[in-house]
């Protein structure tokens, strides 16, 4: 069984954040960067099934050559290849650029399972999974917490809200966007290391792909116009009247402008 998984390398949590000039994007200067936590618990669930049914796990990523990190620690915990789609500048591309991009990217491949982290840390659009589907017209499911193989399919187990869950029976192949936490994540090895810088990396420029706009870039669909903190404001309101009336005001308020209660 041939599994691809889509990561993503996105700045990690204990960065310096601050805006760009632009007022556009996330000053990159200072930054430290990761895999996707979502990501990284897909990469997980591909390489138990491998271990379990056998084949071999794919790891795909879009990025500048500084992916080339996360790349490696994918190949370090157990991925067998991977493809690096080489994009200078992912901030400026939206789900439907980015799936366009993977998806030209697996022509080739002819992957039995697609899997992807729910959504991504940075931007958390948590669209690319189900638009990379549709692109390459595969059934999928989102939220998945467990995945089994079955013959000529899949059994997965979806989260569902209050506690609920949903099982559904796919067939291969299909793609299917792993939620976090769904096991125990492993680390890269002393050999999984050595091995990671003899494994293949297949580089594919992103104007190579025939899906570029006119500047070399996939035309995105959605852009970021302004970003920018959220104010900081404290504001402190005094009730008059005796305890009654202003637990009677502070009630009003916790219900109908807080609508805390």
Same mark, same amino acid.
Not at 17 to 32: P, Q, T, V, Y
Not at 86 to 107: M, S, V, Y
Not at 140 to 151: F, L, N
């Given at each position: !069984?041939?599994?691809?998984?889509?990561?993503?390398?996105?700045?990690?949590?204990?960065?310096?954040?601050?805006?760009?000039?632009?007022?556009?994007?996330?000053?990159?200067? =200072? *930054?430290?960067?990761?895999?996707?936590?979502?990501?990284?618990?897909? *990469?997980?669930?591909?390489?138990?099934?491998?271990?379990?049914?056998?084949?071999? %796990?794919?790891? &795909?990523?879009?990025?500048?050559?500084?992916?080339? $990190?996360?790349?490696?620690?994918? &190949?370090?915990?157990?991925?067998?290849?991977?493809?690096?789609?080489?994009?200078?500048?992912?901030?400026?591309? =939206?789900?439907?650029?980015?799936?366009?991009? @993977?998806?030209?990217?697996?022509? +080739?491949?002819?992957?039995? *399972?697609? &899997?992807?982290? @729910?959504?991504?840390? =940075?931007?958390?659009?948590? $669209?690319?999974?189900?638009?990379?589907?549709?692109?390459?017209?595969?059934?999928?499911?989102?939220? %998945?917490?467990?995945?089994?193989?079955?013959?000529?399919?899949?059994?997965?187990?979806?989260?569902?809200?209050?506690?609920?869950?949903?099982? %559904?029976? !796919?067939?291969?192949?299909?793609?299917?966007?792993?939620? +976090?936490?769904?096991?125990? &994540?492993?680390?890269?090895?002393? !050999?999984?290391?050595?091995?990671?810088?003899?494994? $293949?990396?297949?580089?594919?420029?992103?104007?190579?792909?025939?899906?570029?706009?006119?500047?070399?870039?996939?035309?995105?669909?959605?852009?970021?116009?302004?970003?920018?903190?959220?104010?900081?404001?404290?504001?402190?309101? *005094?009730?008059?009247?005796?305890?009654?009336?202003?637990?009677?005001? @502070?009630?009003?308020?916790?219900?109908?402008?807080?609508?805390?209660?």
């Amino acid at each position: !069984m041939k599994i691809v998984v889509a990561i993503k390398q996105v700045p990690a949590r204990d960065s310096l954040w601050r805006i760009a000039s632009s007022g556009k994007w996330i000053e990159e200067a =200072d *930054l430290s960067y990761e895999i996707n936590e979502a990501d990284a618990y897909a *990469l997980e669930a591909g390489l138990q099934l491998k271990e379990a049914h056998g084949g071999e %796990v794919v790891a &795909l990523c879009a990025g500048p050559a500084r992916v080339t $990190q996360t790349i490696r620690e994918a &190949l370090a915990k157990g991925a067998d290849r991977a493809i690096h789609v080489e994009e200078d500048d992912p901030g400026a591309l =939206d789900p439907l650029a980015t799936a366009r991009l @993977l998806a030209a990217a697996l022509h +080739s491949e002819a992957p039995d *399972l697609v &899997l992807t982290g @729910l959504q991504s840390d =940075d931007l958390g659009y948590g $669209q690319t999974g189900a638009i990379l589907a549709e692109l390459l017209g595969l059934p999928h499911a989102t939220i %998945v917490m467990q995945v089994e193989k079955q013959d000529g399919g899949i059994r997965v187990k979806r989260e569902l809200e209050d506690g609920w869950f949903q099982h %559904v029976e !796919m067939p291969l192949p299909a793609l299917i966007a792993i939620q +976090s936490g769904i096991g125990k &994540l492993r680390y890269a090895t002393l !050999m999984g290391i050595k091995k990671a810088k003899t494994k $293949q990396v297949r580089r594919v420029m992103a104007a190579d792909l025939g899906v570029a706009g006119p500047e070399g870039a996939p035309a995105a669909s959605v852009t970021i116009e302004r970003l920018y903190l959220p104010e900081r404001t404290k504001r402190a309101q *005094l009730f008059e009247g005796n305890p009654r009336e202003a637990a009677a005001q @502070l009630v009003e308020k916790l219900r109908f402008e807080a609508r805390v209660i």
